[in-house]
C-alpha cells in the first residue's frame, strides 16, 4: 500500500506535485501525513496509493484555500459542485446524505470523507441511484410511493418545474393500487418495481449518470479505473 516519494514521482510526475501546508510539496504531504491515516480505509476499497494520490490531487484543487499553510483541509458540497460545474437540487442531495453518511455534518468533509463521497458516486450502478432517488420521496419507509411523489422526484432529478409526462407514465405502469387503513386506494409504486425500471430504462435518472461521468472525468482516474471498481463488487449502499 505504501509508497516512497520517488516512486510517486515516477508514476505521477514531479511537476504535478505542488507546494501544500508546512513547507511540504503535495506529494511529500500526502505521503507523510495523510496516506497514514486512510490506509484502512482504501484498503477495503482496494485503492492504489496512486489512485488515491490522484484523489488528493483534486482535494486540494477543489480548496479553494489550499495555498501554503492556508488551506483549510476540507471543503464544502458547494465548493464540489462548483468545480464540477453542477448545480442541481438532486446532487446537492446526494452530496449531502453521503457527508451524513461520513459522519460529516457541518456541509464540509475532510479528505477521507471526500473519498467516500466520491468512490460511492463514481461506483453506483443504475440500481443505487434508484434506491437513494426512492428513499427521498419514501418517507414514511413503507418501500413504496405515490405517484405524485413520483412526480416531484422526477422534478427534482431533472432539476425541472414539470415532469415529463412519458416518464412518469412509464411509471405509473409499473404502479398498483394499495389500500390504506382508512379504506382510501392510492396507486403507488414499490421500492423493488421502481428500481427494476430505473434498470430498464436509465434515463428516468439520467442527471445522475450525467453527475457519475463528470466528477468520474474530473477525479483524473480513467473510466476503465472505475467501471473496473463496478465489476468487482467494490460498492458501498448509500
Known amino acids: 500500500m505504501k509508497s516512497s516519494r520517488r516512486f510517486l514521482q515516477k508514476i505521477i510526475g514531479a511537476?504535478?506535485?505542488k507546494p501544500y501546508k508546512y513547507g511540504l510539496q503535495s506529494d511529500v504531504y500526502f505521503e507523510s501525513y495523510v496516506l497514514p491515516t486512510i490506509e484502512e480505509f482504501i484498503s477495503t476499497k482496494d485503492m492504489s496509493?496512486?489512485?488515491?494520490?490522484?484523489?488528493?490531487?483534486?482535494f486540494i484543487t477543489i480548496d479553494s484555500n489550499s495555498k501554503k499553510d492556508?488551506?483549510?483541509?476540507d471543503i464544502s458540497s458547494e465548493e464540489l459542485m462548483r468545480f464540477c460545474?453542477?448545480?442541481?437540487?438532486?446532487?446537492?442531495?446526494?452530496?449531502?446524505?453521503?457527508?451524513?453518511?461520513?459522519?460529516?455534518?457541518?456541509?464540509?468533509?475532510?479528505f477521507k470523507a471526500f473519498c467516500s463521497v466520491i468512490w460511492n458516486i463514481c461506483t453506483a450502478d443504475s440500481s443505487i441511484f434508484a434506491k437513494f432517488a426512492f428513499d427521498i420521496f419514501d418517507i414514511?419507509?413503507?418501500?413504496?410511493?405515490?405517484?405524485p411523489e413520483c412526480d416531484a422526484l422526477l422534478r427534482m432529478v431533472h432539476n425541472c418545474?414539470?415532469?415529463?409526462?412519458?416518464?412518469?407514465?412509464?411509471i405509473k405502469e409499473r404502479a398498483d393500487k394499495?389500500?390504506?387503513?382508512?379504506?382510501?386506494?392510492?396507486?403507488?409504486i414499490s421500492r423493488v418495481e421502481f428500481v427494476n425500471l430505473v434498470q430498464?430504462?436509465?434515463?428516468?435518472?439520467?442527471?445522475?449518470?450525467d453527475i457519475r461521468k463528470c466528477i468520474r472525468h474530473k477525479t483524473n482516474l480513467s473510466e476503465k479505473n472505475w467501471d473496473d471498481a463496478i465489476k468487482n463488487c467494490f460498492l458501498k449502499q448509500f
Open 15 to 17: 511537476p504535478s506535485s
Open 49 to 58: 496509493s496512486i489512485s488515491t494520490y490522484k484523489l488528493f490531487e483534486t
Open 70 to 73: 492556508q488551506c483549510s483541509e
Open 85 to 110: 460545474g453542477i448545480k442541481s437540487r438532486i446532487f446537492e442531495r446526494l452530496l449531502t446524505s453521503l457527508a451524513k453518511a461520513c459522519n460529516q455534518y457541518n456541509n464540509r468533509v475532510d
Open 140 to 147: 414514511d419507509n413503507i418501500d413504496r410511493i405515490s405517484i
Open 161 to 170: 418545474d414539470t415532469a415529463d409526462p412519458a416518464k412518469l407514465d412509464a
Open 178 to 188: 394499495m389500500c390504506h387503513s382508512d379504506g382510501d386506494e392510492e396507486i403507488m
Open 200 to 209: 430498464a430504462f436509465p434515463d428516468l435518472l439520467q442527471p445522475l449518470f
